[in-house]
């Protein structure tokens, strides 16, 4: 049978099972496809009326099998594209969504390009964030901290796959196993924020991953919170902390940031529009507030 024959045909299979706006079935059955092959989705169009049979069509079939079950495409791949890297997923992280790439760009504004710097990524996953920074910025050291051992475990493969070397990867609930003299000049963190009531658990790719890593306690507050609070023994003086939140969580994470003493208090949007990073500097020492008024 022709490729693009097999192809229609899931992709019909696919939109049946598909539903929101974010279903994608004909990119969903494409990127199966040139995964079964081992080609590329440009090479699809191009050879759409090649014969697909045997294995190959065997290895397709069963991928589009699983999709229509919800599988996450990222899983089926094996592979998800971040920021241009490509990195190794797995069921014991999140799966990289394009929205956090608006977090990493927010990031690389506040990190010197000429200069070096610490950065720290709390709650790294596949260490998707720490290698998009170190990759960008390779003067600085980033750090990526993460409670699971398999997600750690990930990211080091990650980093030593796209041979980055400027990126640690360090076993640790949020701030617990750091040294206490630690300092970093950018913080970043795209916690747990989902409350556990919420619908959106039982939709999507949502609910096939570690619920850990998505739902937190406090109406999905407590631990951006948590970070708001904690974070500021971390930072050195003018240092940022960037968060990423829900898009109803704008409002109630500034004031958060104000209250515990942040300066620059502000929110991005993503992709959609919707209210998603909001960060805080934290003030200059006063010493060095004195000096600077003294000179």
């Known amino acids: 049978m022709r490729i693009d024959q097999v192809l229609s045909e899931a992709v019909a299979r696919l939109a049946r099972h598909a539903s929101g706006e974010a279903a994608t079935p004909h990119l969903d059955a494409q990127l199966l496809m040139a995964h079964a092959l081992g080609r590329s989705r440009t090479w699809l169009y191009t050879w759409g009326d090649r014969e697909i049979e045997g ?13 229509e079950k ?13 920021f241009g890297l490509r990195l190794a997923v797995s069921p014991h ?3 990289p969504r394009p929205d956090t790439e608006t977090l990493v760009e927010q990031a690389l504004q506040r990190m010197s390009a000429t200069g070096g710097g610490r950065a720290l990524d709390l ?6 964030i720490a290698l998009a920074l170190a990759f960008e910025r390779p003067d600085w050291h980033v750090t990526g901290i993460d409670i699971v051992p398999e997600a750690i475990m990930l990211a080091r493969r990650n980093a030593e796959t796209l041979d980055i070397t400027n990126v640690c990867f360090e076993e640790s609930d949020f701030f617990s196993a750091l040294d206490p003299s ?4 950018l913080i970043v963190s ?3 924020y989902i409350d556990k009531l919420d619908e959106h658990l039982g939709q999507g790719d949502v609910r096939f991953e570690p619920r850990s890593a998505l739902v937190a306690k406090d109406h999905g507050m407590a631990d951006l919170l948590h970070l708001i609070d904690t974070a500021r023994a971390f930072l ?15 409002e109630p994470v500034r004031a958060a940031l104000v209250d515990a003493g942040y300066q620059r ?3 991005c949007l993503d992709l959609g529009g919707r209210e998603r990073i909001s960060l805080g500097q934290w003030p200059m020492a006063s010493s060095e507030l004195l000096k600077g008024a003294g000179s």
């Open 123 to 128: 709650g790294t996953g596949s260490g998707a």
């Open 93 to 95: 992280t999140l799966i």
């Open 70 to 82: 919800g599988e996450p495409v990222a899983w089926l791949l094996g592979y998800r594209e971040f």
């Open 236 to 250: 050195t003086p003018e240092g940022w902390l960037l968060l990423e939140h829900g898009f109803q969580q704008g």
């Open 190 to 192: 795209n916690p747990p």
């Open 265 to 267: 208090v502000g929110t």
């Open 55 to 67: 294995a190959e069509l065997e290895r397709f079939n069963d991928l589009v099998e699983r999709r």
């Open 182 to 185: 630690a300092r970093f000049e």
